[in-house]
Structure formats: C-alpha cells, structure tokens
DNA sequence: TGGACTAGAACGACCGGTCGGTTTTTGCAA
DNA sequence: TTGCAAAAACCGACCGGTCGTTCTAGTCCA
C-alpha cells in the first residue's frame, strides 16, 4: 500500500503542470500517462473518472497553496506584515515551477466559470476561501491599528485580487516584463491607502 | 454574394455565443452547426480551417468592443467623463447578451496565453489595444487637469484592468451579487486618488 | 449557364473509458 | 531471512463516440 501512493502523488504532480497550461479541461490522459511513461489504462486505474482527476489536482493545488502561501503568512506578525507576506507569497505561487502555465485557480477559475459540476463548485469553495483569508488578515491589520478603522476589508480582498488578476494577464498573455513592477506599485499604493490618516 | 455573407454574419455571432461560455478552443463545429442548423462541411466552407474561424470570431468582438464601448466614449467629454465612459461602456459590454459566457477577451486571455500562435497574437493587440485606450483617455484627463499631473497613466490603465477582471471573476465564478457594487466602488476610489489633490 | 453555396458521406486521429490478463509489491508464516 | 500466496498495480488491446478536415455531388441564384 505504498507504492500505489507514491505513483499517484508523482501523476498529480505531472497533471498539475500540464492543467496549468491546457487547462484542467485540456487535460489529457494519453499525454498524461505518456509523459509519466505510463500506459493509459495503468494511470486511469488510479481515478475512477476525469473528472475525479480533475477534483484530486484541484485538491493537491489547494493544499499546496496552503503550505506555500498562506501557512508561511501566518507566521508572519499580525497585521501589516502578515498581509504582505500574503502578496509575496501569491507572487512566488503564481511563478512557482509547478506550474510553468501560471496559477491553477486562475485558469480552472476562467475554465469552469459556466460549467456546472463538482470542480466548479470546488473551485468556487477554495476562492471564497482565500478572499476570506486575505480579508481575515485585513481586519486583523485594523485592530493592530497598521489599516485605518473604517477599512473595508472586502473591500481590501477584492482589490487586492483585482492586481493578482492583473498580473496574470500582464506576464502571461502580454508578456509584460515590467508585469511585475506595475504589480508592486498596485500593491504598495493599496497598502498605503488602507494605513491609518494621520 | 449576398447570401454568403449574411451566413457568414450568424456563423459569427453564435460562435461568440459559444464562445464565450466554452472558449474559443471548446468551439466545435458540430455543436455549432447544429444550432446554425447547417451542416458541419456547409459551416465549414465559409473558413478554411478552425483557426481561421476562432480568428474572425476575434476581429468580430474587437470591432464590436470598439462600436459598443471605445466609439461611445470618444463621444463624450474629454477628461474623466471619458474615462467613466470607458468603465461604463465594459460594465455593459461584460453583460452584453451577445456573451453568455462573459467578455470573451478575458476568456481567450486564459485559454491562450500558453499557447502560441496567431490566435494568441491577435489577442495580445487587442489587449494592448484596449490598454493604451484606457492610458491615453487618463492622459488626456492629466491635461484637461481632471487627473493630477503626476498620475502614472500606465499604471492607472493596469489597476482599472485589475477591477475589471476581478469583476469577471466575482460575477462569473462566485456569483456574488454585490460584485458589480464592489466593482463601482473600487473604480471611485481609483478615479479619486487620480485627481488633482488640493 | 456559371459560380457561389450547401449537403452528405467518409477519413484518420484522438478522446474517455472498459476489460482480461500479467507483473509487481506486500504481509505474513516458517 | 526466506518462501509464498493474496492483493495491488499495471499493461495492451479495444470500444463507441467526437473531433477537424476533405471530397464529391447537387442546389440555388444572378
């Protein structure tokens, strides 16, 4: 009972990387097995279905992203600096070399935005999750008093998404080497605003 | 060559139908012919390959975008006016009934941003297209001296993108009902930290 | 009548998925 | 540690179906 878990961690990892560039829909089995050296009915045995594949990658993106973005934020000191290291982090994930096609969520988000179904619906789970952890860092960034009272920490999240959005389009579809730049100054600017007005 | 034509227009539209709920990849010409009733190989003729078709399914949204969105901001005043005329104008064209699915932009932004070609390239113009729209409207804003004159317009035309797609993933993805709500405010709060500070 | 337009059948390739049998790994007794 | 049977893992061939594309033949209209 353990070599079958080793095969099927090393297959998530592969279809991590080819859903991050064809999409989670894209996702072949055929090329999959074949980049595994695999045959396809060997790698289909260890998911009943597709789309069980598709919700295992989900999966395995969400609790790499946990370990790797939000649990190294949480280390961090409350308030500001806690935000911070979310933005650091969400920048690092979005270039991590698992997933040479760019971050998971945002493509699947795109993907299966009008498609009905269990990886929609946990896609839809794991967003709202990370909007609320953005804006739980917020509000605590309030009662440390390093954001301003009246913060709309919603408000923040969205935002705060809205650049991250940005920055996928501007270094993936347009290539925009300055992508990264333009980002932390939309950072950096939302940070400056949500301070306290002294 | 009248009737082509006219066929060819309906191809057009309910492939940006299609389009923009299942990609511009997800397009397939069996699905399509059917619901044009038409048969696969008489749809077929009207382009010589898929790519083709995904091609004029492109220019046909940009210069849709450019009659329902850019044309009727340049009709406005000069300045600001202009500029909510442009978040006004997408805000409508994110709705439009022609795209099911949501902007198709945004959706072919995702799908191809991975995978090269003329398709990618196309889109990248128009996305570069649609950004100097956006810098050059704030620029005229600086000096008609709505804006401030030391606003970074590149950076003003990637933060109201950052909105814009943060409103796609919120409307469309989570459903949320205050999306466009939080989408009006966040594109306030840009508009009143770009005017002149006095 | 000629040229634009369309239908229909067929193609090779590939898709997700099934099945029966073979190989490999594992747990356990000696 | 070794021997061995059961279980887990894997393979190759194959299924029905759909994909984009091609070809031929007919139909419609100017």
Do not use: Y
């Amino acid at each position: 009972m353990k070599k079958g878990e080793a095969t099927q961690k090393s297959i998530l990892e592969e279809a991590l990387r080819q859903a991050s560039t064809v999409g989670l829909e894209g996702l072949t089995l055929g090329v999959l097995a074949e980049r595994l050296e695999l045959s396809k009915s060997g790698l289909f045995a260890h998911f009943k279905s597709k789309e069980a594949l598709q919700l295992a990658v989900l999966q395995a993106a969400v609790e790499h992203f946990i370990a790797e973005v939000v649990a190294p934020a949480l280390s961090q000191p409350r308030g500001e600096p806690r935000v911070r290291a979310l933005c650091e982090g969400w920048l690092r994930w979005e270039k991590s070399r698992r997933m040479p096609g760019g971050c998971i969520f945002v493509n699947a988000a795109v993907e299966f935005d009008d498609r009905p179904g269990p990886v929609r619906d946990a896609l839809v789970q794991s967003q709202e999750d990370w909007l609320d952890t953005i804006a739980r860092a917020a509000q605590i960034a309030v009662a440390e008093g390093h954001f301003r009272p009246d913060l709309d920490t919603e408000q923040f999240a969205n935002d705060l998404q809205g650049i991250f959005l940005n920055h996928h389009h501007a270094s993936r579809l347009r290539r925009d080497a300055r992508a990264e730049l333009i980002t932390r100054r939309s950072v950096e600017s939302l940070l400056t605003r949500s301070r306290r007005t002294h």
